[in-house]
Nanobody, 126 residues
């Protein structure tokens, strides 16, 4: 089991940048492949990005490709989401997720998530 706590969400102007962090507790963090999902008001939770346990392979939703970067530090047990060129459509609650397979986080989505964080609100003003 791994417990996840997100931070870094806030109000930002369109065109701005934010870095979200997800701190994990538990001794087996490096065994998990990690991801970020988001849920906008009135919409379903959707995949944003995923990263393999080694950090060497990453995946992105088309809507964020080229603007967002996922990374991880297995020593600090932390996953990051660097978000650049933010726009109003990026407004959502962002959730950190842990699962056994990054590719399943991409292909299956929320059904592949074993552990969720509590979420952090990102609001982009236009």
């Amino acid at each position: 089991q791994v417990q996840l706590v997100e931070s870094g969400g806030r109000l930002v102007q369109a065109g701005g940048s934010l870095r979200l962090s997800c701190a994990a507790s538990g001794r087996t963090f490096s065994n998990y492949e990690m991801g970020w999902f988001r849920q906008a008001p009135g919409k379903e939770r959707e995949f944003v990005a995923a990263i393999a346990w080694s950090g060497g392979t990453t995946y992105y939703a088309d809507s964020v490709k080229g603007r967002f970067t996922i990374s991880r530090d297995n020593v600090k047990k932390t996953v990051y989401l660097q978000m650049n060129s933010l726009n109003a459509e990026d407004t959502a609650v962002y959730y950190c997720a842990a699962g056994p397979s990054a590719t399943d986080l991409v292909r299956i989505g929320i059904g592949a998530v074993g552990n969720w964080g509590q979420g952090t609100q990102v609001t982009v003003s236009s």
